[in-house]
Nanobody
């Protein structure tokens, strides 16, 4: 189990950006694959993006967020970021970061989870 602490969710105007962060309290963080999922009210949990450990770290995005969202990690800070651009009201959800040691396949299931961060987009 890895403790993951999310921050910087909140309310944003439609069309605006928002960057979520997720700090991991584990070393070495570089040995963990990480990802984001989201849960919108009335919907099932939805995969957003993941960085897995397959040779060179590979980043995967859900088609619905490709180009619009950017997922990055800074192993020196044990932190991952989800930069969300040109947000729409339908992006409103609780966003969760997850981590799994040695993750080599794209998945929405992780062994450890952050507390979740509400993102609301006003029109």
């Amino acid at each position: 189990q890895v403790q993951l602490l999310e921050s910087f969710g909140g309310l944003v105007l439609a069309g605006g950006p928002l960057r979520l962060s997720c700090a991991a309290f584990v070393r070495p963080f570089s040995s963990y694959g990480v990802g984001w999922v989201r849960h919108a009210s009335g919907n099932e949990l939805e995969f957003v993006a993941a960085i897995i450990l397959s040779g060179v770290c590979s980043t995967y995005y859900a088609n619905s967020v490709k180009v619009r969202f950017i997922f990055s990690r800074d192993n020196s800070k044990n932190t991952v970021y989800l930069k969300m651009n040109r947000l729409k009201p339908e992006h409103k959800a609780v966003y969760y970061c997850g981590a799994t040691r040695g993750l080599t396949n794209m998945t929405s299931q992780f062994s450890s989870w952050g507390q979740g961060n509400q993102v609301t987009v006003s029109s």
